[in-house]
Every structure is written in C-alpha cells, then in structure tokens.
C-alpha cells in the first residue's frame, strides 16, 4: 500500500522544470522554437525541429507531447485546428508537439519527394510481375532518397521517438507524458521501446500493434478484425449477402466488373477492399453499400467507388516511414502464402488491408533497411492507457495490455481516433484524468 501511495505521489505531482528553448510567439496562444537533432544517431549532420506549445493556463507541473499520426509533417497545424481538447490538461501542463523529420511541415530540411497518393499494384500472379512491382518501388522512392540519402534511411518511427526524447531533454523535462494517435501510436511504441524510464504516463488511441514478437500473426489477428467489422455489415444487410458477396468477389477476380461513372474496373480485391472502407463508416453507409453490392452484381460497381480523384485503392504519402517500420516480403512466394493464410482466415475481406497489401507490396525492394522492426514493449512500463472504436479497438488493446495493470477504453461504435479527430467528449475527461493524475479508469471502460 505504501508502495503504491508514493507511485501516485509521484504521478500526481512531478518536479518543476525548466526549459532552455527560446520560446516566441507563433500565432494566438502558440509559442514555437526550434531543436537540433542529429539525422540518424551519432551524425554530425543536424535537423532542425520545429516545436509548438500551448502554454498551461494553471500552474504547470508537467508536458504532454503529442503525435497526430498520419503520418504527415504538419503536427503544428493539425494541433492548431483542435486546441479544445486540451482544456482540462492545461490548467497543469503545457502541451507540446513538432512537425517530425522529413515531410512537408515547419522543420527542416525537407526531403524532396512526391507525397501523393500511390496506388495499390495488383496481387502479383508470379515472380516476374512481383520484380516489376519491385522495379517500380526502386524507381520511385530512389528519386526521393537521392536528395537526401541519410536522412530518408532514418525517416522510421524509432527516429521519431529519438527526436521526442531529444525535445524532452531541451524541455528540462525528467520524464514525459505521450499522447500517439493513429500512427502516432507507432511513434509512442518506438518510444516506450528505447526510453522506458523516461515515461510517464503513455495514452494511444486507434494505433496499430507495432509491438508483436510476430508479424505473420499479427497480420491474421488484423484479418479477423477487419472480418468482424465486415461482418457487422453482413449480418443487417439482406439474407443471403454474405453468400452473394463471395460469389461477387470471386466473379469479379475472373474478369473485373466495370465502373463506368469513375472510368475504372474492379478486381475481387479491390471490391473487398472498397467495400470494407464503407463497412467501417457505420450503420448509416450500410444501406447504400448494399444497393452498391447489388449493381455490381448487374454489372456496375461504380456505387463502391471511393470519392476524390483517385478511383483505385492507394495511400497518401509514399511510405517513406511505413516501409522502415514494417516487413516486408523477398519473392511473390512470400505474397502468396500470406495471401492464402489471410483469405482462409477472412473469407469476406482477405487480404485486402493497407498491411497486408498496400504496405507489403509498395514496400518490396525499398533502398533502404528496414530499421524499426515491431518488437515487443517493455513490461517495465507504468500501466498505460489505450482507447478505440470498432474499427482499432482490438489493435490497440494488443499493445496496451502487454503492460501490467493497463486500461483500455471502447467505444461501441465506428470511427477512428477517438481523442483528437472524433473529440470524444468521454474520451477526452478520462485521458486528461490520466496524463494529469497517472489516474486509470476502471477495467473495461466504455465510451458512447
């Protein structure tokens, strides 16, 4: 009891601390500064990182950093648009965050690359079309890591998390508060990873599990978690549509089924992956998506189309820190068998999601090693705090619960990052209890 009394004592009020950054004014209630940091570990090579606050409107007892995810550069701007949901963290801490390494955004230097969207390739049938995807991938990214070769093979989560720490140390701060969003949640594994003693308090919020001792399996455990959500779907749709879907999406990987309203054609997996991304939207898209399935049917899949420009599966950004961050694949042998694992699994979404295909494939024969492989989190760390909707809430209590006494919040609904992009009023009261007291909610808290 006495033990756990100090443990408290010492969450709920840490040392007052001083920091050596010279602060400006920046815009409204923002200060900036700047931060060296070396581009990859030991370089004599530096950065230079852009750095926000939001002062505390109280007397400060600590710092709360926080990553958006994306990933993308402009953590700045993204924290200027959503100020509100620090209210109640700021009556104690200030709240930091920083435009990472590399992308577009206020730090410096800026890797010259084409941050559009990449197109998902086809499922290669054989090794020839798996070299071609290879060839492609060399061309693309080798254009962007020739203007700066170091700094693109350090792009990698686990730089980001170096660079935290380093903003830490110039805070004056002893320990820190870490807040990881969507792909901020990789950012804040990396960290829990190489600075156990160095957190806190560590809340993450529809993150991915970067932290498996196995990656095969955490690829079926992502599988069965996007059936399920698939299945949600399914079961209020018309009797019979999971038996006509499969039919549909076996059709249309003998010869794709035209959608004339976006000039495009889809494949089986293309319509798993389609319609998936409408799945997830909830309840109010699953009416539409049903009438969508049914002229696809007929011969039109033009309903399952993504809005925007781009008609065909892809991502934004290049992968210029996904493809350091995650496995990848030697020969279309790999593919295949992964392929035939997670469609044995998922009969009705495969293999069909951004880790299993888009990475994977976009990421074969990246010019640079992979250099923040996924491992396990410490146990060491103090209980951390994770929350998520129907989408990443299995996920995210993957990670979380690696580390004793850990809580996790659900919300009972779809959507994605609960705390920043959904401002989840629920949400927000608890993680600012925690990051402010070290308070955990109660054991399998939910959120409406």
Known sequence: MIKALLALTM??????????LDWTACQGDFQCADVAVPVSPGSARKLTLKVARLPATGTKRGTVMINFGGPQGDQIAIMRTRTQIFDKIRESMDVVTWDPRGYPGQSSPVLACDWGVVRTPDMPEDQAAFDRIVADNRARAGKCRATNPELFDHMDSA?????????RAALGEERMNFIGTSYGGTIAQAYARQFPQRVRTLYVDGTGNHSTRDWPRELDAIARDNESMMGRFLKSAPKGMERR?????????????PAPKVNAEYDGRQLQFLASQQAKRGPAQWKALAAAIEAAESGDASGLAPGGKNPYPGLQGGGVKECLDFPRPADQRQVATMVKRLDRIA????????????????????????ANPPKPLPRKLPPMLG????????????VVKQVPGSRTIEFDGPGHNLFAAMANACVIGHVSTYVTTGRLPARDTTCA
């Open 11 to 20: 969450l709920t009020a840490p040392a007052p601390t001083t920091s050596d």
């Open 159 to 167: 730089s980001d998390a170096r660079d935290a720490d380093a903003i």
């Open 245 to 257: 879907w499969q039919a549909l999406v076996a059709k249309a990987e003998e010869k794709p089924i």
């Open 347 to 370: 009969p009705n979404t495969g293999a069909s999601f951004p880790l299993a295909w888009h990475a994977t494939l976009t990421c074969a024969g990246w010019p640079a090693p992979l």
């Open 387 to 398: 929350a998520g909707t129907w989408l990443d809430f299995k996920a995210t209590s993957r």
